[in-house]
């Protein structure tokens, strides 16, 4: 039997009193000497509780690989330490605004925190570098920390209000996309505003009175581990050192000759654009969770003794594959279908098996051959859960009339079974249940006064039975039903004695005003909106072009060969049917997400041109989130989009920190060449701490540590592979932007004032 939690109720909570339960039922069992006890079959928490205690430990682990990026980078354990408390600082201020805002501790707010992990420490990490460069050169710690803090403000301001501008407004986005983000975002928000005020205010407050100065290489520690360290600390800032100059250089050239870097980048972006079309697109990628169902058919009218014969057979073939761990079989379905039938298939432990969900479902596959005459699948879900629409790809064909869809269903049918993209595909339409139709003779029954309800009724009397009356014993109502023998329920053989009423209670031979049939009818018609239709259905084949790839060529085949006739429709249903909600939510997405960057940028620098700038970095990040993807055989699915959103506000962060340092040395009197060579030299080691932090933050994620985790590493690539691309090519191409950006800004307001006057536009 099934247990199902009530609606709000804690799945977790549920599940352990439900273990609980079994284990005081299956104690009173053996106390009383039955020979029987309940075993927990498959557990829907199991799921849930693996998410968790994935998300907690890529959050640990991506923690001890940030503090260890900016160990290494800052050379200082009071620095790091300083750098490091805005991580839980930040993470515990986003639990308080969680609970202000009704959230609870869930997957959602765990993922979002999971993944902000690099990036809480760079408002920290901006912030006491600068503070640690002015120690360098020679200042007190408090001077240090208020001029250093006062240098980088609105860079840090601006950075974490590029993040918030994409996250915040998101949050609105309907349907599942936007459910998924509207605790995701936020979280991810209440994280970051935390992590700002502890880098404009922490942060330079513990500077002051913890910083200490810059490296003092002279001191020679006694300890070997010590001297280990501080040798190791040496050559990493050497290496930095080293970086500077190279960067220089490469900085030189590509001021030189601007239009050829910025040509190179487009070149670069295209090229990764093309990528695209060897990149899945899907919805949500396979689940390695350990369990799927195996599902058999007999022919209509098989008997559950046959049935059950062939449930045998293919269970003793299941257990002789070595990694499943138990198969639980279920005989006949929940419609009265006793042709049918499923096996649970619970695998064992994925470290102790080489091979994932997806592949084990095709080795069952395999093993299971000998029985491809019952049209044995292995899939995620069991039959008829989830309703409609629960396998990957579903496609109803709609219309009124039966006769007209039948057909068009099966050449649509015999269409899928040749794509490259889909699998295992059904239908809903099954031939063969043998019935009976009565056809009624609208004439004859017109003159003999007989309605069609009334022999309706009087069929279902002779077949079901009638309820006259009900018998009551201790409060509880038992039905009293009439009806005839069995051999007088054959409606083939007494079809000629049987008898309908007339509107005037007078009793008539059927025969007279109604026909029999035999014929061979559907198994089950399925309806929806008063209207009928049949359903297609099928897996995304591994190695496939994706869910995406189905679809279009469904789409492109519904225009041509596959034409619907008059009166009947097509529909994608279920996760098709989400997907394609998520490349529109995907679209807007990344719409919102450029405006309200653009309106911070333009409102924080009091221009509309120079957030061009900043934010010509942004399809530079595309190039490495490409890349990645096509590089690791990933699919571009619902956590891979999260990535893309994520890389907006990222991208930015280091284009801002760049153009705002260029903007500050040009006020002071500074060439624009000069300026940008300045500011990279300056801005170079909190660009690549920061990104280096962000992407340690990421592996965990990335890597995939354990079965639940293995669904989000698209996330993870998608991050690291675009930061890794837009840090690169930010340091180079948004300076040779910025060359020509500048020189427009120059001569629009030359022309601008000089048919305007200069006191009509002011640029600070």
């Known amino acids: 039997f099934q247990i199902y939690r009530q609606t709000g109720a804690n799945t977790v909570a549920v599940a352990d009193n439900v273990i609980k339960k079994i284990d005081t039922i299956n104690k009173n069992l053996a106390g009383q000497g039955i020979k029987a006890t309940l075993s927990l079959v498959n557990d829907q928490s199991r799921r849930i509780r693996a998410n968790v205690y994935d998300v907690v430990e890529s959050i640990i682990i991506g923690i001890i690989l940030t503090v260890i990026v900016v160990y290494f980078f800052l050379g200082s354990a009071k620095s790091t330490l300083i750098t490091g408390f805005a991580l839980p600082n930040s993470l515990l201020g986003a639990c308080i605004l969680m609970a202000a805002a009704g959230f609870s501790i869930n997957i959602m707010s765990l993922l979002a925190m999971s993944l902000v992990v690099g990036l809480l420490v760079d408002d920290a990490i901006v912030v006491r570098e ?46 599942i996309v936007g459910q998924f983000f509207k605790q995701f975002g936020l979280t991810v928000c209440f994280a970051m505003i935390i992590s700002l005020f502890d880098g404009l205010f922490v942060a330079p407050a513990m500077s002051a009175y913890l910083g200490g100065g810059g490296h003092d290489h002279s001191y020679v520690p006694k300890n070997i581990f010590a001297r280990w360290n501080k ?82 057979q293919i269970e003793a073939k299941l257990k002789t594959v070595k990694e499943i761990e138990y198969v639980v079989a279920i005989v006949g379905s929940g419609q009265n279908e006793s042709n049918k039938g499923n096996f649970f298939v619970r695998l064992v432990d994925s470290h102790h098996r080489k091979l994932n969900t997806t592949q084990m479902k095709e080795k069952t596959k395999d093993a299971l051959k000998e029985f491809k005459q019952y049209q044995v699948m292995a899939t995620d879900n069991a039959p008829g859960q989830g309703g409609g629409g629960q396998r990957q790809f ?22 899928a079974q040749k794509s490259k993209a889909i699998i295992q595909v059904d239908t809903s339409y099954r031939v063969g249940k043998p019935e009976y ?13 007989v309605t069609l309800a009334g022999v309706g009724e009087e069929l279902r009397a002779s077949i079901e039975g009638q309820k006259i009356a009900f018998f009551r014993e201790k409060g509880i109502d038992y039905d009293i039903r009439t009806r005839l023998r069995e051999d007088q329920r054959d409606l083939a053989t007494n079809f000629n004695s049987t008898q309908v009423p007339n509107m005037q209670g007078r009793l008539l031979p059927l025969q007279n005003v109604a026909s029999i049939n035999r014929v ?34 469904f789409n492109a085949a ?14 994608f249903v279920g996760e098709a049917e989400r997907f394609q909600e998520l490349m529109i939510n995907m679209v807007v997405s990344l719409g919102l997400g450029l405006m309200f960057i653009f309106l911070v940028l333009a409102s924080l620098y009091g221009s509309f041109i120079t957030p061009f700038t900043i934010m010509a970095v942004i399809p530079l990040a595309g190039i490495g989130a490409f890349v990645a993807l096509f590089v690791t055989r990933s699919s571009f699915d619902l956590f891979s989009m999260i990535g893309c959103v994520m890389l907006m506000g990222l991208a930015t962060k280091n284009s801002i920190l760049l153009v705002d ?104």
């Open 130 to 175: 600068n503070i640690f460069r002015k120690l360098e050169a020679g200042m007190g710690p408090k001077e240090a920390a208020i001029v250093g803090t006062n240098e980088v403000t609105l860079a840090v301001v601006a950075t974490t209000l590029t993040i918030l501008a994409v996250f915040g407004p998101i949050g609105n986005l309907q349907g």
């Open 231 to 312: 040798t190791m600390l040496r050559k990493f800032d050497n290496f930095q050192s080293w970086m500077e100059r190279v960067y220089v250089v490469v900085l030189r050239w590509a001021l030189k000759a601007p239009l050829t870097t910025i040509g190179l980048s487009i070149g670069v972006f295209v090229a990764s654009i093309m990528l695209a079309k060897f990149i899945p697109f899907t919805f949500l990628p396979p689940q390695d969770n350990g369990e799927y169902f195996v599902t058999y058919e007999l022919p209509a009218g098989a008997s559950l003794e046959a049935s059950d014969n062939v449930a045998k």
């Open 394 to 415: 579903n496609l109803n064909i709609v219309g009124q009339d039966l006769d007209a869809i039948i057909p068009y269903s099966e050449k649509v049918l015999a269409f």
């Open 437 to 449: 139709q009565i056809k009624v003779k609208p004439e004859a029954a017109g003159i003999a006064g």
């Open 520 to 553: 061979l009818g559907p198994t089950t018609v399925l309806r929806e909106n008063r209207t009928r239709y049949i359903q297609i259905s099928a897996d995304v084949a591994p190695g496939g072009p994706g869910l995406g790839g189905a679809i279009t060529e």
């Open 558 to 571: 519904f225009q041509n060969e596959l034409k619907p006739p008059q009166g009947v429709t097509f529909s």
């Open 661 to 764: 340092f260029t903007l500050e040395r040009m006020r002071e009197g500074v060439g624009r060449a000069d300026a940008l060579i300045q500011a990279g030299e300056a801005r170079l080691r909190p660009i690549i701490m920061t990104s280096l932090a962000l992407i340690a933050g990421m592996v965990p994620v990335a890597i995939g540590l354990n079965e639940a985790s293995k669904s989000r590493t698209s996330l993870g690539i998608v991050v690291i592979g675009g930061t890794i691309s837009s840090t690169v090519l930010t340091l180079v191409v948004i300076p040779a932007v910025f060359m020509y950006v500048d020189r427009f800004q120059e001569l629009f307001l030359k022309y601008y004032h000089r048919f305007f006057g200069e006191d009509k536009f002011v640029v600070e």
